[in-house]
T-cell receptor, first 116, second 113 residues
């Protein structure tokens, strides 16, 4: 079956621009997670959705970052006024039920964002 | 909050040898410890996990041990093969959120044929 799909796979933008990254989770998975991975680092938690609502957004670095999941399936991570420090791979993951601490996170291949 | 330290950052072994990667965590409330393997250009993939009520778990050539008192856990790979070459991440469940895993910085494992 299809895994977690993320688009675009690569995005190059200029400082100050607005960016949207899309995640299509595994069908039937109710929980969805966004992580950010900088070069040479482990994934860093950003936000977690249970259905349509953000159950935990404590990892979002500032108010330039926002994510939505309006129908409880596809999610979009939105970054306003991008900065060079936002350059990273943005990973999306999903799980069948709500908790990352009870079982496997199924990751997509990520969206690589480069801010010039 | 939880902090996870991982060592070594790089590890090179000969094919057939064993590899050991060690992690420590800070939050005694953490109760779930997965290990992920990440190949170049791919997302991380779970290879084994352990919960705090278990001290050791094995799956073929891979084993994980957990010492709750010392707050450390280790990944052991025996009879390494070139296809084991990848970056390995340990993680611990964040105490405050059911969706929040805290990852170590990773170990780049190279298995030389």
């Amino acid at each position: 079956g299809a895994g977690v799909s993320q688009t675009p796979s690569n995005k190059v933008t200029e400082k100050g621009k607005y960016v949207e990254l899309r995640c299509d989770p595994i069908s039937g998975h109710t929980a969805l997670y966004w992580y950010r991975q900088s070069l040479g680092q482990g994934p860093e938690f950003l936000i977690y959705f249970q259905g349509t609502g953000a159950a935990d957004d404590s990892g979002l670095p500032n108010d330039r970052f926002f994510a939505v999941r309006p129908e409880g399936s596809v999610s979009t991570l939105k970054i306003q006024r991008t900065e060079r420090g936002d350059s990273a791979v943005y990973l999306c993951a999903s799980t069948p039920v709500g908790s990352a601490n009870t079982g496997e996170l199924f990751f997509g291949e990520g969206s690589r964002l480069t801010v010039l | 909050g939880e902090n996870v330290e991982q060592h070594p950052s790089t590890l090179s072994v000969q094919e057939g040898d064993s590899a050991v990667i060690k992690c420590t965590y800070s939050d005694s409330a953490s109760n779930y410890f997965p290990w992920y393997k990440q190949e170049l250009g791919k997302g991380p993939q779970l290879i084994i996990d352990i919960r705090s009520n278990v001290g050791e778990k094995k799956d073929q050539r891979i084993a994980v041990t957990l010492n709750k008192t010392a707050k450390h856990f280790s990944l052991h790979i025996t009879e390494t093969q070139p296809e084991d070459s990848a970056v390995y991440f340990c993680a611990a469940s964040g105490g405050g959120s059911q969706g929040n895993l805290i990852f170590g910085k990773g170990t780049k494992l190279s298995v030389k044929p």
